[in-house]
T-cell receptor, first 113, second 113 residues
Framework: DQQVKQNSPSLSVQEGRISILNCDYTNSMFDYFLWYKKYPAEGPTFLISISSIKDKNEDGRFTVFLNKSAKHLSLHIVPSQPGDSAVYFCAASAVQGAQKLVFGQGTRLTINP | DTGVSQDPRHKITKRGQNVTFRCDPISEHNRLYWYRQTLGQGPEFLTYFQNEAQLEKSRLLSDRFSAERPKGSFSTLEIQRTEQGDSAMYLC???????????FGQGTRLTVV
């Protein structure tokens, strides 16, 4: 049972444009959401997070939006840069500070010059 | 470098052999996690320590898997009688208590032949 789903295995965006990565979840107990970025041969790197009491969190070029009623979150990257090319994982936990994360399958983002 | 360190980076073993991986977390982090990632999937939670106590184990962790964290510092993950299905990337992560954002190591890629 895939509780966190990233339905797009890959996404290609032109440099300078907006990248939008999507994530859906099924478990209504999830209360805290995170995005991780992963380069080849490296472990995932924490990018940005959002608590369910918010619907938006912004950090520089990265913004995460949460729609609790739709059980959907998205990561916006603007403007997209070649260094953003990586695999992006959406993750969720039942409460902030919880012990474990449930990850989606990942979306490979490619930024084209 | 004060990040999460994992050793070895790569391990090739014959089916039926035992393997052991080591993880050194960020020094001030009291929580340590093990995840497993297979091709095309996101990381899956295996087990979690707070200091030296193993507080949760996933149902994914069969009896052939054992993890320890003596003295609440480094951790080891042992797989006995390896099977081809154990081939995966084994990721270690650490965090401060109360923080959901975990910091990952580069992983140990296990190949069982």
């Amino acid at each position: 049972d895939q509780q966190v789903k990233q339905n797009s295995p890959s996404l290609s965006v032109q440099e300078g444009r907006i990248s939008i990565l999507n994530c859906d979840y099924t478990n209504s107990m999830f209360d805290y959401f995170l995005w991780y970025k992963k380069y080849p041969a490296e472990g995932p790197t924490f990018l940005i997070s959002i608590s369910s009491i918010k619907d938006k969190n912004e950090d520089g070029r990265f913004t995460v939006f949460l729609n609790k009623s739709a059980k959907h979150l998205s990561l916006h990257i603007v403007p997209s840069q070649p260094g953003d090319s990586a695999v992006y994982f959406c993750a969720a936990s039942a409460v902030q500070g919880a012990q474990k994360l449930v990850f989606g399958q990942g979306t490979r983002l490619t930024i084209n010059p | 470098d004060t990040g999460v360190s994992q050793d070895p980076r790569h391990k090739i073993t014959k089916r039926g052999q035992n393997v052991t991986f080591r993880c050194d977390p960020i020094s001030e982090h009291n929580r340590l996690y093990w995840y497993r990632q297979t091709l095309g999937q996101g990381p899956e939670f295996l087990t979690y320590f707070q200091n030296e106590a193993q507080l949760e184990k996933s149902r994914l962790l069969s009896d052939r898997f054992s993890a320890e964290r003596p003295k609440g510092s480094f951790s080891t993950l042992e797989i006995q009688r390896t099977e081809q299905g154990d081939s995966a990337m084994y990721l270690c992560a650490s965090s401060l208590k109360g923080a959901t954002e975990a910091f990952f190591g580069q992983g140990t890629r296990l190949t069982v032949v």
